[in-house]
């Protein structure tokens, strides 16, 4: 009866570790004017023009649980800060926007990606009132 509890206990603690979802690692970061359904990137690009809405999809690899973030820039300063609590049984994307209805100012921006509050890579972009 005690080796029958043992094995009971044994398979429980096993499947509950493999159930337990560990911290979000990155495996990309896309850019672009529009999403898929998926919250990927359907059109991927790094000049925007002043009124358009600016996407950002972070892909995580295998699943996990944490926070998610994102810090806007224009040059040097931040222009915001959204996160997302997220919690994903495999592979999956979260999806960040920016948009301005008087338009953005031409220049050099960034967006910096943050996960549980570690940077974990950038994104240069730029915003061009000439581009066609």
């Given at each position: ?7 009971g ?11 337990s979802r560990?911290?979000?690692?990155l495996?990309?970061?896309q ?7 998926d ?6 690009t790094?000049l ?21 973030s ?6 040097s300063?931040?222009?915001d800060e959204?996160s ?13 926007h ?11 921006y ?6 549980d ?9 730029k ?6």
């Amino acid at each position: 009866m005690m080796q029958l509890v043992r094995v009971g206990l044994a398979a429980v603690l096993m499947f509950s570790n493999a159930c337990s979802r560990g911290p979000l690692e990155l495996a990309n970061i896309q850019m672009g004017r529009s999403l898929n359904q998926d919250r990927s990137v359907a059109s991927i690009t790094t000049l925007f023009k002043p009124n358009e809405t600016v996407y950002v999809s972070v892909q995580t690899k295998a699943g996990g649980a944490g926070t998610i973030s994102v810090r806007w820039k224009f040059g040097s300063r931040i222009i915001d800060e959204p996160s997302k609590p997220v919690s994903y049984s495999g592979p999956a994307s979260t999806e960040f926007h920016m948009q301005n209805s008087g338009g953005f100012p031409p220049g050099d921006y960034a967006v910096d990606v943050l996960i549980d509050g570690t940077q974990v890579g950038t994104r240069a972009f730029k915003v061009d009132k000439y581009y066609e």
